[in-house]
Every structure is written in C-alpha cells, then in structure tokens.
C-alpha cells in the first residue's frame, strides 16, 4: 500500500501527517493553530473554559470565583473548584438542551448485542422520556439528592438510561464494572454506602452465559453480613422477552426477536421479596417528565473505583460542572466531531472510558454514538469491521489489547470489510507499542485515518496527553502533546523539573477541569497519593520521557501497579487475595510482559510449613484470584518461592522479582539482599511456560 504521509525524521522515528481531507474540515487545522489556543489555554485558563462554559445550560452563574484551587500540601488542603455555586443539570445539558436545538429525532445511540441478529437504537427524544421514566422509578424508591447508586450492568442502553436517571435527580452513581466478582463489588458498596442498586438478570458474552443477578446477590449478602443493608435491588430483565424494549434494525424494522440469545429460562435467579424489583414493572406506571434537580456544578456526579498501591481500591471523585465541560471539549477536538458522525467506544461503561467517551462526552455535543455489548471475536474476530460497516462508524476508539489481539488474527478478518467510513481511529488504557500502532494504521485505517493514541487516566476525568487529528504530525507510540489546560511536566526523584529531552515522574502543574476532587470519604489518601510526592504538582505515578522534538511517550507506571488489558491493577490486591488460601504464608506478584494483554500477572508464593506445591494448588490459586476481584485479574504465572529476596529491614525487592519472572539474570546490585542464597532458587523454580 502506498504511503504519502508517513517519512523518517532525524531521530528515526516514524512521523505522520495528519490526513489532508480530514484537515480541511477540521475544528483545529494546523499546529500553530493549536499551539495559539493551547497558549491562551493555560495563560488565562478562565476566559478560555468561561467560553466554553456558555455552550451549556445554567440555571445560575458561579457565585465567587470561577476557578480555584491549591495544590500545595503546604498550603492547606488541596482543593479544586471550578464555576463554585452555579446550578447546572448534566443531564438536561446532554439531552433536553440537544431536543430543544431540534435534536429530538436524532439517534443518540445504537445497540449492538452480542447477538448480530440483535440490535436497536434510541433516538433523544426516546432517551429523555426513558430517564426521565426510571428518574421518577427513583425517586418512588426513596432515592433522592446525594445518595449513592451502585450499578452493575452489561452494556446495555438501560445502563445510560441509569447513569443519566441518577444525574436527573442528583443521586452520585458509582458503576461496578461486571467483571468484577461479588466481593469487588460488596467491597465498592460498602465505601460508598450505596443505598441501591441497578442491574441486570445475566448476559452472554460471546459464547458463555454470565448471571449477573447471583453475583449482585452474594455482594449483598456480604454487605449485609458487615452490617450494610442495600434497601433496593433494581433488576433489568435483559434477558427474557420483554415488552419494553422492541428490537428494530437500522432503519428502524422490526426484527425479530432472535431464540439463540434469550435462553433465560436456563438461567435461575433469585428473588428477595421487598427488595428485588424488575425494572420493567416500575416503569409501566411513571411519567415520561421529570423536572430535573438543580445541582451546583461543584456537586458529586460520580465516584469510580480504581486500584490502590495499598490494595483497597479508591473512590475517585468527579464533579458535574468540570467534568461536563472537559469531557465534552475534550471528545469534540481529539475525536474532531461533526455533526454526521457515527462514534464507537469499545469500551466497558464500567470503566471511566466508557463514562467519559460512551456517555457523557458525545452526548454532551449531541453524538450519535454506539453501544456493544459483545466482544471483539464473537462470532469471529471481524466482529468489529462487521459493525463499522454496518454503521459506517467515522469515530472508532478501543485499546491496544484488543489491536494486538486481533493481529494475531490475521489481515483477512479485516480486509473482508470496507471500513471506508472511518476517518479517526482512537487508543486509549495502555502504551501502545509502534508495531500496533502500525497495522492500526495501515490495516484498519488503510493509511488513510488519523491515529489519537490518549493518555489520561480515571483521576484525569478526560484525555489530558493526546494529538488533535487535524493538527498533530503523530509518531506511533506517542501520546504527543498536552489537552487544552493542561500543564505537564517531568521531574526527578528529587523533583527537579526537567526541560527539553529527558525521563522522568509525569506530574502536572495546574487542574484542568476534570481532575478529580477527592478520594471519596478519604481527602487524606487523596493528598497522600497524588500531591504528598512532590508538592505543587498532581503526579500521575506514570513515568514518560520527551524527545528532541518535544514529543512524549509514556513508559508506564513507575509505582507497584500492573496494566493488564488495559485495567490497572494493584500487585497488593492480588498478594491479598493470594494469601487468604490457608496454605500459603506470603505472597510477592509483580508484573510481566505479555504479547496482547500487555503486562500480565505473575506471583512467588511462599507456602506454609508442610503444605505442598501442587498442579492442583495452582488452580485453586488461580481461582481464589478470580474470585476475590475477577477474572480478568486472574496470574498467568504462579511459582513456588521458598523464599522471597528482601532486604535487610524486611522489604520485598520486586525490582528483583521482576528480573527473576522474565529470565534475566541481570539483577543490577544486589548489596542490600539479606540473603543473596534464595536468588538461585527461584530461578530453578520458574515455572515451564515462563
Ligand atoms: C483511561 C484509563 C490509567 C493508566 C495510566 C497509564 C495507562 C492510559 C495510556 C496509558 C500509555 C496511553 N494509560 N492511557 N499509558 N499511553 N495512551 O485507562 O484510565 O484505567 O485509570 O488507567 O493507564 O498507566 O496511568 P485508568
């Protein structure tokens, strides 16, 4: 295939063009251009989100400053504010608002399920008159301003309907994504002491049957078992036939109802009187109207669980009228938004990806964006192109996981489809290797499309290292340049800022305005974690350098965290799991390269006294794993580890572990080993397949 725009530069990396008909049509054409809006930006960070702001709905101005914030430990607690005291609704910004501009017909989403002979969509006038329904189911439930939500829901239309139900009202959702196991979640409804929550009575995953219902059932035992009653379980019946929803095609037909995918009578669920309640029964007797509740835009929108280096996950705090804002601005520049586009995020709304980029930040510009409920191979590995034609999807976003996965597949899965719809292709979760990066580019852009490879995490609410697809020459491994706002820098252990080339701590200087608030319930974790490291500076706890040409890459994490598929995960969590097996006396896991996930786990366990190591211990390893945070956290690699390296005051020496668990002997300096003897033996004790 011939490439225009793709030429070496001085230091051999690979540097591509924008695409030339995307730059015509563009919101921002031309480097200089971005560089002019970046300047005023960070310059005047007010006037520049002020303008912005006007874009939406307000019920009232701020009432002190627009834009606040201390950073410093030093200076007292940190705190961020933007647009304090204005009265806002999210919700009616990303509906009633688009309805009265005359989008009330347009399709806000699509639903593609697992099933391909399954699918529907949802127009905006639909979508209010849905939330505002289950809004009023809510509010009948007792639930009102300020109360948390936990929801734990396949991907579904009903999830946006829940998520946008609560904003309405005011209620704070915290979404569970349903991979996790029943203890992740009862633990994640404890800390939030959620009062009720939404899901669904199973759904397929490619081939396999999940019952969502039991795994919400033994969550809500254990809360009640530690003394938390959540008073209200809301059940979708996604399964069975229901009257609700009627599945329509494309152009609107409707289909019919496919016997493969609704097999629920093999699935058995489990009712609690008084407390179990299927969704479609209490929207029978609603209203389609529901006055939104007037927030401040400095008000709880949501928390979302991410791991901790301790091992307990922390609540991390949005708030409405900043996290509004950037989502929408961010999703308009880097996705280049027009009005014809069709938009595909792949990922989980459980994840903040899918809250910011499936949810709020193409309904914040009025998008027609997509929901899947498959997976990426089911039925086979062109699923994905199969719905980009099918849509004729412009806007594709996913992760390097699932771009290395379906490599593995081959071309001809891809070059089966026409993909001639797309023009921006998006990546997100990970660093994403130039080799990835690459058949990205050529194979499902066909050279043709922009790559925004976005660095940003949960706590950043919105993409805060990312190119802009009409203005951005991209360099593939690159995330580039800094978002609108957005002031990064690299520093030293002993937090020297670093200028020009150089590695470093990735740290930034000012919030935007979706950088979390707070942990939630717990401000001192937040200060700890993010701003104790280095005063004056939010610190990512990624690593990143910045080449000659000011460009920076990402190197991943520097703290004791590992990226599987994407999904931070805690190396503590996984020890914690692992050592509640009543064989086992202490457990170490670190991280470890894998060709799709990306890093994988892998742990030393060190067994009690008499206890042996078993193919059969491994298993039950594996599974207790799986059990306690989910499958997708599940080690790829266990080894017997008589005995773990440490040093002389008693800490685990992971640097060393991480050597030992890819093969290399190359260990560095070992002085401070309290016994250097145990290194030899874990060697020995790699296991076959390492
Ligand atoms: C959005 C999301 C955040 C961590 C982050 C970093 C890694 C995300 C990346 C990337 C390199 C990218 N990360 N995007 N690394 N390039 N484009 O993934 O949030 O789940 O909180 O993970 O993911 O290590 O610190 P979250």
């Given at each position: 295939m011939a490439e225009t725009n793709d030429h070496?530069?001085?230091?051999?990396a690979l540097l591509f063009d924008p695409p030339s008909n995307l730059q015509n049509e563009a919101h921002v054409k031309s480097m200089q251009q971005y560089q002019k809006m970046y300047k005023q930006?960070?310059?005047?960070p007010e006037t520049f989100w002020r303008e912005i702001s006007a874009q939406f709905y307000w019920k009232s101005p701020p009432t002190g400053k627009f834009f606040e914030y201390n950073f410093d430990v030093g200076k007292g607690p940190?705190?961020?504010?933007?647009?304090?005291?204005?009265?806002?609704?999210?919700?009616?910004?990303m509906l009633d608002r688009h309805i009265a501009n005359g989008l009330g017909d347009k399709v806000a989403f699509y639903w593609e399920g697992n099933d391909p002979?399954?699918?529907?969509?949802?127009?905006?006038?639909?979508?209010?008159a849905r939330v505002c329904k289950f809004s009023n189911v809510l509010k009948n439930l007792g639930i009102s301003r300020g109360d948390r939500v936990a929801i734990y829901m396949p991907m579904i239309l009903d999830l946006s309907v829940a998520m946008l139900a609560c904003a309405r009202i005011g209620a704070i959702h915290s979404i569970v994504f349903a991979g996790y196991s029943s203890e992740s979640l009862a633990e994640r409804i404890l800390d939030a002491t959620c009062s009720a929550i939404i899901t669904a009575d199973g759904v397929w995953r490619g081939t396999k049957l999940l019952n969502l219902k039991k795994i919400v059932d033994d969550a809500l035992k254990i809360c009640d078992e530690k003394g938390h009653r959540v008073e209200k379980c809301v059940v979708v019946r996604h399964l069975s036939p229901s009257d609700e929803v009627v599945k329509t095609n494309v152009n609107g037909d409707i289909e019919e109802e496919p016997e493969a995918c609704r097999p629920s009578r093999k699935l058995k669920i489990n009712w609690q009187a008084g407390r179990d309640i299927w969704w479609h029964e209490m929207m029978t007797s609603v209203s389609t109207e529901c006055e939104p509740e007037w927030m401040d835009a400095e008000d709880p929108l949501f928390m979302l669980y991410t791991s901790g280096s301790t091992g307990k996950p922390k609540g991390v705090l949005h708030t409405i009228g900043g996290y509004m804002l950037y989502t929408a601005t961010t999703f308009k520049f880097v996705f280049d938004y027009q009005p014809e586009d069709v938009y595909w995020c792949t990922a989980d709304v459980g994840w903040i990806t899918g809250h910011s980029y499936v949810t709020y930040g193409p309904l914040g510009n009025g998008a027609t964006g997509l929901i899947f409920e498959g997976t990426p191979f089911y039925p086979d590995a062109?699923?994905?192109w199969e719905i980009v034609d099918k849509y004729r999807v412009t806007k594709f976003y996913t992760a390097p996981t699932a771009i290395r996965a379906l490599m593995k597949f081959g071309d001809d899965f891809v070059n089966k489809y026409k993909r001639d719809s797309l023009k921006i292709l998006g990546t997100v979760g990970e660093p994403i290797n130039p080799e990835a990066w690459l058949w990205y580019y050529r194979v499902v852009g066909n050279s043709k499309c922009a790559i925004v490879d976005t660095f940003w995490q949960t706590e950043t609410g919105g993409h805060v290292l990312t190119p802009l697809p009409g203005a951005t020459p991209t360099k593939p491994g690159s995330a580039t340049f800094p978002f609108f706002g957005v002031i990064p820098a690299l520093l030293t252990e002993e937090g020297k800022v670093i200028?020009?080339?150089?590695?470093?701590?990735?740290?930034?200087?000012?919030?935007?305005?979706?950088?979390?608030?707070?942990?939630?319930?717990?401000?001192e974790r937040f200060e700890t974690t993010y701003?104790?490291?280095?005063?004056?500076?939010?610190?990512?706890?990624?690593?990143?350098k910045r080449d000659e040409d000011g460009y920076i890459w990402i190197t991943g994490r520097i703290d004791d965290m590992v990226n599987v598929s994407g999904h931070l995960l805690s190396t503590a969590e996984v020890e914690s799991a692992l050592i509640t097996h009543k064989n086992v006396a202490e457990a170490a896991s670190v991280s470890h390269p894998h060709s799709i996930k990306g890093e994988c786990i892998y742990c030393f366990v060190t067994l009690k006294q008499g206890a042996e190591y078993t193919n059969d211990l491994v298993t039950e390893l594996k599974n207790i794993v799986r059990a306690k945070i989910g499958p997708f956290a599940q080690p790829d690699f266990l080894q017997n580890a008589p005995a773990l390296p440490k040093t002389r005051s008693g800490k685990i020496m992971r640097r060393i572990l991480r050597k030992i668990a890819v093969g290399d002997r190359n260990l560095g300096d070992t002085s401070t080993l309290a016994d250097e003897s145990v290194i030899d033996v874990l060697f020995q004790n790699r296991p076959n397949n390492a």
């Open positions: 070496s530069v001085a230091n051999g930006s960070i310059e005047d940190i705190s961020i504010k933007w647009m304090a005291g204005a009265k806002t609704n999210i919700c009616y910004n002979n399954d699918f529907g969509k949802v127009t905006y006038s639909e979508l209010l062109g699923r994905f200028e020009g080339p150089g590695e470093g701590y990735l740290v930034f200087k000012q919030p935007w305005p979706s950088l979390m608030r707070t942990v939630y319930g717990n401000q701003f104790k490291k280095f005063p004056g500076y939010y610190c990512t706890g990624d690593g990143a």
